[in-house]
């Protein structure tokens, strides 16, 4: 189960639309208690690319931060889907993935494996 906050939904909705049409990337950062991932902010990741169908950045670039879990990013093609470039760059315990027209009902959460995973977005 994944809690996304509603912040940090919003902020990931203006991000994604903000890079379109290319993909947008931001680090996620929150708890992991109890099989349950809490999301309570984001990151830009210093030095991170983005193109039409691709996003990324060097986790070597980033500060130390046991905050982070994980990452966000866009699918300009609508796509609600890891693909296994996706799945290859597995950062964290959850990936998140918004696709186009970016809105909450686009947001998608999944494992390492690809695998959803419940996603709610609560109030705080």
Do not use: W
């Not at 203006?14 to 099989?35: F, M, R, V, W």
């Amino acid at each position: 189960m994944v809690v996304l906050a509603r912040q940090a939904a919003d902020g990931v909705i203006t991000y994604a639309k903000s890079c379109h049409p290319n993909e947008g990337i931001l680090i996620l950062q929150g708890k992991h208690k109890d099989n349950i991932t809490f999301i309570t902010g984001l990151v830009i990741p210093p030095f991170s690319t983005h193109g039409p169908f691709y996003s990324g950045f060097s986790g070597y670039e980033l500060p130390f931060d046991l905050s982070y879990i994980g990452t966000v990013h866009s699918h300009p093609s609508g796509s609600m889907r890891p693909s296994l470039e996706d799945l290859h760059n597995y950062f964290g315990v959850v990936s998140l993935i918004i696709s186009h027209p970016y809105d909450y009902p686009t947001i998608s959460a999944f494992d390492r494996n690809g695998s959803s995973l419940d996603l709610e977005i609560s109030a705080e």
